[in-house]
């Protein structure tokens, strides 16, 4: 059946008196359509270790399985550093635009100004020499925070070291510092995805490869408690995954979650490869028959920040009808579960009742189809209007582009380097086409529970870690004891 839009707004009328985040925020007030408050959780002693160590000016490396909080961590850190250095010195960055996006920073790439970052340390000094906004930021940085780092080469790492101490030689008390006496808070899993190795032969693949990976940090910490997961039949499985292990109750646990039957609506198919994605996508659109809502991106900057935009999680054209699987793209109440992640499915489309008017003409530049507003029944029962949200590419402090968005996109399927960093209720993945090391362990990672896993095309020989990173985990925990036995013995 096809909605007007007159009957679409009639019937949501009649559903917002049972949505209660809605009549909450429509009774404060008119213009704040998501939830507004995103209250904060409780950090644990480690995460607080952590915070303690940065607020002493420590350069530190946060590592840990998926869901041990490294990135909602970074959110409280970022505000730290704001605090020390004042926010025009804190530059937040990542590794892809997706992880840059959800902290509202920028990659690593862009903020160094090294373009691809294939050539060597000396050209790509020149380079940056040569582009004043880069030249002056690394100048102008105390603090830099450098997330998804499992996909930053060793040799890439090693070079923005040696642009840093170049540029920065002239500081008083930074001669000769790694990094140039840069503050860096870096955080990151190997165990998920590598680096994207264009060039052949390039021996330093990963970050800790770098000879300057010691040196950078004081401190290098794995957060240990699993927040994403409390099953702990499913931490078991994931944690062996994620080493590349299994044991028979493992395979015994996956061969379970294994179906041929087409998964249900609700669940996020998971794919290795982005055409299959998008075809998935557009035939369960299509299959709808249902009007299409169209809403188009608002951006502003300048390039080549704007460019940047596209790289992040907002698309540039989101088209939604009633019925659409969705995908929450920004945690709008964490608390109440409505994070990142969180999945739903297209009610209705409505007009916002905003008497101010402040908000109408934003929508109407957005919407094509007028001042309508998607309204999402969560799979945790929620019932939401949901509002724009704002991305932002940063320079330091300055906001140098903006994205506005509905922050949904569609979710019957996903690729697995866009899911990474996601949390999921129910998700489905056709392992057929996995390439490389950690995609397995990604793509399971990012399920809560046991009975929202559901597999095909499922070939153990696809779990693999590799050596190189196991070394460095067993070397990490290996300095771990000994700090602890060299402080047993400073006790007796
Ligand atoms: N101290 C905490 N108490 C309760 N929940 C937490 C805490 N820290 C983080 N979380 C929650 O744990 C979940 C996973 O956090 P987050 O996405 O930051 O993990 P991550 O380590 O970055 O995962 P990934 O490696 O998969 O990106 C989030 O829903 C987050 O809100």
Known sequence: MKLSLHTATTAYRFLSSKAT????????????LTTPKKPRVKLTDQQNQILEAISNGNSVFITGSAGTGKTYLLQDIITKLRKIHGKSRVFVTASTGVAACSLNGQTLHSFAGIGLGDAS????????????????????????????????????????????????????????????????????????????INKKGQNKEFAFEAECWNASFDMQIELKTIFRQSDAQLIKLLQGIRKGKYDSEDLQLLDQCCSEVEPDASAVQLYPRIEDVSRVNADRLDRLDEVLYHYQALDSGKDPWKKQLKNGIAPELLKLCVGARVLLTKNIDVIGGLVNGATGTILDFAVVQDTHKLYDHEISDICINGNLLPVVKFDSGQELMIGLEKWYVMDGDEAVAMRKQIPLMLAWALSIHKCQGMTLNNLHTDLYRVFGFGMVYVALSRVKSLDGLHLVNFNPSKIKAHPKVLQFYQRLSDEKDELKEDAVSDEI
């Open 21 to 32: 985040c809605w009549s909450q925020a429509s009774a404060k007030s008119k213009v704040k």
């Open 121 to 196: 340390a000396v050209d790509l000094l020149s380079r940056v020499t040569l582009d004043k906004r880069a030249y002056r930021r690394w100048n102008k940085v105390r603090a830099l925070v450098i997330d998804e780092i499992s996909m930053i080469s060793g040799e890439v790492f090693d070079n923005l070291e040696f642009i840093a101490r170049s540029i920065r030689s002239d500081e008083v008390g930074c001669e000769d510092k790694s990094w140039g006496g840069i503050q860096l808070v870096v955080s990151g899993d190997f165990f998920q995805l590598p680096p994207v």
